[in-house]
């Protein structure tokens, strides 16, 4: 495979602050593309970062055909850059193209570029347990044409920005009762740009009310909760360990998979099925519901300090030695080359 490359002049990163970095806002010297045109992948670039021109009648503007993938590298003190199972993400950007009605990306291309850019970019990966490096695949519909079906363009691009490790403060969530975020037979499962935007007034709300997060719930009859935001959730009712099923409404979450695997591995029971609202809220009233937490890329996991559910507010006990803490470091550490990794999760980038 040919990979064309063009490095910058003089790399940015000496203006950078990496003691005082916002969450996706600064990005790397380098990025990926590849454009798709008459049926076919076209030759990948690796080349500066930099603004893109397109035509205002470009598709990606109007109809929303777009997808995309969040993970992360991070830096041992070897100065050896890993990744955490990058063959799921590589396999869930082309489940969620083939929803949009998107061409899939060769999984060598992905790969290549992946790698090169990072290798290119290493400098910007900073060791220690506070730093990785979020890496932003996507494809968007490039056909300038305002007819409202699938193009017969597009590009793929990687593009990277530092991040130190995620802490959200107090986070407290409201269960949904009136709107969702995915439906029967709709993209819920796809990273699918629209499912983000549509989420963003009802958070706005929810933000409004004092709350960080929504829990959505099923949009049939909001009985089930299945997702935390933007994370899959986990509800710890005694000693167990419940989550949904993910299904056609559900992303199938790298971290939310992970965690289950290392839990039961651990010995902590889990139970995987449709989880009811009612349950949860009579858990918490019995002293039951000992925990509750988001997972996904950014966070690893997010605890939840307590929720509200039709006015009805909640508080979630201090537990000590909590699930939450011990799940994330485990897996941290797996991922930061800390720990042994007898799943094999871990990918040196090389
Ligand atoms: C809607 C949604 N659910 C769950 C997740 C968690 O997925 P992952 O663990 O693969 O990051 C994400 C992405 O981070 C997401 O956007």
Known sequence: MALHIEKIEKSKISNVDFSNLKFGQIFTDHMFECDFENGEWGTPRIRPYQPLLFDPSAKVFHYGQAVFEGMKAYKD??????LFRPDENQKRINISAERLDMPA????????????????DKDWVKKGADSALYIRPFIIATENCVS???????KFMIICSPVQSYYSGEVRVVFADKYSRSADGGVGFAKAAGNYAGSFYPTKLANQEGFQQVVWTDANKHEFLEEAGVMNVFFRVNDTLLTAPTSERILDGVTRKS????????????EVRPVRVTEIVEAARKGELLEMFGAGTAAVISPISGFSNKGESFELPKVENSYASFIKKGITDI??????DKFGWRVKVQ
Do not use: C, H, R
């Not at 003190?77 to 890993?82: A, E, K, Q, S």
């Not at 409202?148 to 597009?154: D, P, R, W």
């Not at 965690?259 to 889990?270: L, P, Y």
């Not at 991922?335 to 042994?340: C, D, L, P, S």
């Open 77 to 82: 003190d070897n100065d050896d850059l890993w």
């Open 105 to 120: 990306f060769p999984k060598d291309y992905f790969f290549e570029g992946l790698t090169t850019l990072l290798k290119m």
């Open 148 to 154: 409202a079906s699938s193009s017969n363009k597009y």
């Open 259 to 270: 965690i289950i695997q290392f839990a039961e591995d651990k010995g902590i029971k889990v």
């Open 335 to 340: 991922q930061k080359n800390i720990a042994e």
